[in-house]
C-alpha cells in the first residue's frame, strides 16, 4: 500500500497514531506559518490535537503525485480556529517512511 493510502486511511480513522507511524524517527516538519522545523515528537503531539478535535477537518486529499522518493498531495482542510486553507504537501520519503513535510497553505474562505 503506498503511503498516501495509508494516511488517508489514518485521517478517516481519525488515527494519529497510525499516521504518526508513517514517519521516520528523525523526521523533520517545516512549518509553514513560520518556516520553523518540528521533529517527530512535536508533529506527533500536534496531530494528535488536531485529530482529537472534532472541529479539525483534515479534508479530502487528493495524491498528485507519489513514488519511492516523494509524495506531494493536496486538500482543504478546516481549523479549530475556524480557519480553512488550501494545503499543498510535499513528504520526501525515506526507507519506506516520511523523513521530511514542507507545506504551502494558501486561506480561504468558507
Sequence with gaps: MAIFEELN???QNRDADA???LYSNDAIFIRHQTGTEMNRDEFSDLIKR???SD??????RRCIYEND???VMHSVNDYPDGTR???LMSCIKKDGK???VETG???IQK
Design 105 to 107: 497553505a494558501t486561506p
Design 55 to 60: 472541529k479539525t477537518d483534515m479534508g479530502v
Design 69 to 71: 522518493d516523494i509524495l
Design 50 to 52: 488536531m485529530m482529537a
Design 19 to 21: 499516521y504518526v507511524a
Design 98 to 100: 516520511i523523513s521530511r
Design 9 to 11: 486511511k489514518a485521517i
Design 85 to 87: 486553507e488550501a494545503v
